[in-house]
């Protein structure tokens, strides 16, 4: 199981950071999301991977699992959420105000237009 | 007293929301409210500066939960100040908004200001390292809608880079605090310490790799290079005063940098010894000798101050990277400089494109352009370090901290001849701008209608004369400097035993953890 978290928080890295590094605004935002996704998923795997087990101390039960991770990948979650929001609304007015939706800026001035 | 660390951090976050739902239509009561709530907050952080003086650490347990379990507010020297720094700066950035109608081009201006504030304080303030990733997520967030305040398709652009440029930045934050976390197992500033300096030396890849993560970040912060590309684009986009508020942003960076690597991974710490230093100081070097070399290059006013304010977080850095209670010590007598005299020039660069436009070619006399060049003038003399104003002692100190340096000829020469190439360049574009529009051979450009940044917002405002208030806030920015002149021995009494307080950080550890 170690190696399929690991590896499923290593491609989506990757496959994030390909697209971060695209030329359009909306291939970014899906990157920076797909990122988010690997990071949420990394955050988890920081309390140590356990299956079935309550996350919290009780008599019955046999261990716990660590809440913190979780706690933090809630957090985690809701600002990625909002961030991710708050970035398509800014790509989406700068794409409607310049009619280009590319995200380096040129000093040439036919581009801009 | 306890409960007052708090209030820093409430007071913007309760006047935000009351900006944004109750007054969000009536402009004149929302520039009292604002105005009232930093008044406010710059006498809460007197008052907490005052209570830090004797060199006792306080600290807020919220939810009352001791330290390891819930998340604390620590009240230390470095914290007392960087609070008060803030809100020094943010009343006179805040007055010159209201006083040159920035305020009013978009909306929700003030909410946001304060959200902002709200923040900055808290990243101060915070003595959890995963809170502190909260509160840069919120100081962030108001800066996107600060940044693009009053809008126009450059602006949003550079907002949409900038946006996604610390949007990267936050993942890596995340991805170092979980590192972090998975060795030690706690996320509290002084139990991490304690808990890093307990762990076996021959054990330490994942935490070493942390700790670069974590520099990382806060070097994104503090646009060292080569992490600094966000910067000019976005800072010569934003309008003028979220600019010169934005001078402390990057300082957020310096204080995590300086707050972290002493506390946590300190200079004594097994694992992670000389890892940050050796690093920190070539490339603090090199963003001073960058941030240069672009003031000699700029087009445009406002890419000009950018590259200044690149230029001050490079001295700064190479202050802190040294890692001695000297060179510390200097590093925030430099901060406070700084802050200052960046804030500075982007208003006098507001005042200068409001007039005539930021690019740097001729252009016929601008009305008050005397005044305006005086400003200039003396926010020039500050940033590039010259005599009689504070830079010139700031980078006095930040090199005679270097002196026991083994690298102290490299750092001698790089401050010295940067500082010359900084004159030429600050001397070149003041001459263009304001001795070359006496010529009346020369002729004004024609509207570039594309540009919505560096042309005029309307002509009967550029030649109006701007109302007092923003005169009055650039001026008292300049008495901020010339006080920190005149009063260099107090505040570097301060900052010296700050830094004692930083580089034996036992005290903090005890009284975080609650240790007799």
């Known amino acids: 199981m170690e190696i399929l978290l690991a590896s499923a928080v290593g491609i989506l890295t990757a496959g994030g950071i390909y697209l971060i590094l695209r030329q359009r605004t909306f291939p970014v935002i899906l990157g920076l999301s797909i990122l988010s996704y690997a990071v949420n998923l990394f955050l988890f795997a920081t309390g140590r991977l356990a299956l079935n087990q309550p996350p919290i101390l009780s008599e019955h039960a046999t261990g716990y699992t660590d809440p913190i991770p979780q706690a933090l990948v809630l957090t985690a979650i809701v600002i990625s959420f909002g961030m991710t929001a708050v970035v398509l609304m800014m790509a989406l007015s700068a794409y409607l105000a310049a009619r280009d939706d590319r995200i380096d800026m040129s000093d040439d001035k036919g581009e801009d237009a | ?516």
């Not at chain 2, 995590?256 to 070539?282: E, K, N, S």
């Not at chain 2, 926010?379 to 504070?390: D, F, N």
Request: a neutral charge; aromatic letters at 10%.
């Open chain 2, 1 to 516: 007293m306890n409960n007052l660390i708090i209030a820093p951090i409430v007071l913007p976050a309760v006047v935000g929301p009351f900006i944004l739902m109750a007054i969000r239509f009536h402009s004149d009561l929302q520039r009292v409210f604002s105005v009232a709530s930093v008044v406010l907050l710059n006498l809460i952080a007197f008052t907490l500066l005052w209570h830090s003086m004797d060199g006792s650490i306080q600290v807020y347990e919220l939810g009352d939960w001791p330290a390891p379990f819930g998340i604390v507010l620590v009240l230390d020297r470095l914290s007392a100040m960087m609070v008060m720094l803030t809100t020094l700066l943010a009343l006179p950035v805040l007055l010159y908004a209201i006083g040159s109608g920035w305020d009013t081009r978009g909306r929700h201006f003030h909410a946001l200001f304060q959200f902002q504030l709200m923040g900055i304080l808290g990243a101060f303030l915070t003595g959890d390292a995963f809170n502190l990733f909260v509160f840069f997520e919120v100081l962030l967030i108001a800066s996107y809608g600060l940044m693009i305040h009053g809008g126009g398709s450059k602006r949003l652009r550079a907002g949409v880079q900038y946006v996604v440029y610390n949007l990267l930045g936050s993942s890596l934050f995340l991805i170092a605090l979980g590192a972090i976390y998975s060795v030690t197992g706690t996320l509290n500033m002084a139990d991490l310490a304690v808990r890093v300096a307990a762990l076996p030396v021959e054990d330490t890849a994942l935490i070493r790799v942390a700790a670069v993560l974590l520099l990382l970040v806060f070097a994104i912060k503090a646009a060292v290079l080569p992490l600094h590309f966000w910067l000019p684009a976005s800072y010569a986009n934003a309008p003028m005063p979220v600019a010169a508020l934005f001078a402390i942003m990057t300082k957020v960076g310096a204080y995590a940098i300086l707050r972290m690597y002493t506390l946590v991974f300190g200079p004594d710490v097994a694992v992670t010894q000389g890892l940050v230093g050796d690093w920190l100081l070539p490339a603090a070097l090199l963003t001073l000798t960058v941030g240069s070399i672009g003031i000699l290059g700029a087009k445009e006013l406002g890419r000009l101050v950018a590259f200044s304010a690149i230029t001050s977080m490079g001295t700064l850095l190479i202050a802190i990277s040294l890692f001695t209670p000297q060179s510390a010590a200097a590093a925030l007598y430099y901060a406070i400089h700084s802050t200052l005299t960046a804030a500075l020039l982007f208003l006098v660069a507001d005042l200068v494109m409001e007039r005539r436009g930021g690019k740097l070619i001729p252009c016929p006399a601008m009305p008050q352009s005397g005044l305006i060049s005086a400003l200039y003038f003396a926010g020039a003399i500050a940033m590039a370090g010259m005599p009689p104003l504070s830079g010139f002692i700031g980078k006095l100190l930040v090199l005679s901290a270097a002196w026991p340096s083994s690298e102290v000829w490299l750092i001698f020469a790089v401050v010295l001849t940067t500082s010359l190439i900084t004159i030429v360049g600050l001397t070149r574009a003041g001459s263009i701008l304001f001795w070359k529009s006496h010529d009346r051979s020369v002729q004004p450009p024609e509207d570039d209608e594309e540009d919505d940044i560096a042309k005029p917002v309307s002509p009967e405002l550029a030649s109006a004369p701007v109302p007092g208030l923003a005169f009055v806030s650039v001026f008292a920015l300049l008495a901020g400097l010339v006080a920190l002149t005149v009063l260099a021995g107090p505040v570097l009494k301060y900052t010296e035993a700050t830094a004692g307080q930083l580089f034996d950080p036992t005290a903090y550890i005890e009284t975080v953890l609650q240790r007799p």
